[in-house]
């Protein structure tokens, strides 16, 4: 089944640590990005990338970090930079870019910052 | 001011009801708009695309006004299962990035 895949689902850091979070996907789409949405919020977007070995970076980029070395993988990386990092973080991607409206989510990483 | 505002919410109806979300956008550039789908704790899906002329998908209609720069979604008939937040999310212009509303909650009772 193709689809987007993200891990781990649930992460639990100490403050200062950097942590990767992981996304793959197998629909052979071109678009991938990475949003954060925190409770009562929308989903805000933190960078996305239209090609391999480039991406933007979004609204909130401050203290995230990510890499785009093949089509199917866009890991996000949360550096120890970043002041708020207990949130919701979900990986999308889409056929082209966002003209069309249709993303397709991942199931989410949820990391809290103890 | 946000750039995509929705109702508040929650909305609290029974099974059988009509219920309506609306969503307000400040990007006059914006060209094209979205309802998504998020069940608790769950990833977003599309539910529907809305068009300039309105459209309609069974029981959900989504209206759109450019000139109010506003967006709506109706459900008639409610179900249990249509508890959810619903999104509205915009377009800023072509090549541009989508915006996601806070969103609105529905939850349906028996």
């Known amino acids: 089944d193709g689809g987007i895949t993200q891990s781990p689902k649930y992460l639990f850091r100490k403050e200062g640590q950097n942590v990767t979070l992981s996304c793959e996907q197998n629909?052979?789409?071109?678009?991938m990005y990475w949003y954060r949405q925190d409770p009562g919020q929308g989903l805000r977007l933190i960078y996305y990338?239209?090609?391999?070995?480039?991406?933007q970076k979004g609204d909130i980029a401050e203290g995230y970090s990510v890499s785009r070395e093949k089509k199917e993988s866009f890991p996000l990386t949360v550096t120890s930079a970043q002041k708020n990092p207990t949130a919701f973080y979900l990986c999308?991607?889409?056929?082209?870019?966002?003209?069309?409206?249709?993303?397709?989510f991942g199931e989410g990483s949820r990391l809290t910052v103890l | 001011r946000k750039e995509v505002e929705q109702d508040p919410g929650p909305f609290n109806v029974p099974e059988g009801a009509t219920v309506a979300f609306n969503c307000t956008y400040s990007?006059?550039?914006?060209?094209?708009f979205f309802w998504y789908r998020q069940d608790c704790r769950k990833e977003p899906k599309l539910l529907m695309s809305?068009?300039?002329s309105g459209n309609e998908d069974g029981r959900f209609t989504a209206q759109l006004n450019r000139a109010s720069q506003y967006i709506s979604l109706l459900i008639r008939d409610s179900k249990l299962s249509d508890s959810a937040t619903y999104l509205c999310?915009?377009?800023?212009?072509?090549?541009?990035?989508?915006?996601f509303g806070q969103g609105t909650e529905l939850s349906v009772k028996p």
């Open positions: 999308a991607s889409s056929v082209r870019g966002q003209d069309t409206g249709e993303l397709f």
């Open positions: 629909l052979n789409h071109d678009a």
């Open positions: 990338s239209q090609i391999v070995n480039d991406f």
């Open positions: 990007n006059s550039a914006s060209q094209s």
């Open positions: 809305v068009y300039s």
């Open positions: 999310v915009v377009n800023r212009g072509q090549g541009g990035k989508l915006i």
